[in-house]
């Protein structure tokens, strides 16, 4: 079935910079599109951004749209989120998943804290 290991989140300032990166095990990676989603303390998980399988279609959430990059590396099974000009909102735990979520899929995720 698989499963995806989130990495890279941190504590920052804002208007600095982080990378996440979620390797993906199993055959399904080579097979979807896939996302980053987020979740802050006591509100819904939303969706980030997406990918398709060949980085075609690509989609934004407009509170992100023109800060953070979404791309994936097929050969190493791994979607990264390039994420800049952070901002204090975006404090959350953030995940990946395919792009219609997977329940088996969603693991720790992996905390981003951005300061003001």
């Not at 399904?28 to 979740?39: D, E, K, L, P, S």
Request: charged content about 20%; proline content about 3%; hydrophobic content about 35%.
């Amino acid at each position: 079935e698989g499963q995806v290991v989130e990495s890279g989140g941190g504590s920052v300032q804002a208007g600095e910079s982080l990378r996440l990166s979620c390797a993906a095990s199993g055959p399904m990676f080579r097979n979807v599109a896939m996302g980053w989603f987020r979740q802050a303390p006591g509100k819904r998980r939303e969706t980030v951004a997406t990918i398709s399988l060949y980085s075609d279609k690509i989609k934004y959430a407009d509170s992100v749209r023109g800060r953070f990059s979404i791309s994936r590396d097929n050969a190493k099974n791994t979607v990264y989120l390039q994420m800049d000009s952070l901002k204090p909102e975006d404090t959350a735990v953030y995940y990946c998943n395919s792009e219609i979520p997977l329940d088996h899929l969603w693991g720790q995720g992996t905390q981003v804290t951005v300061s003001s």
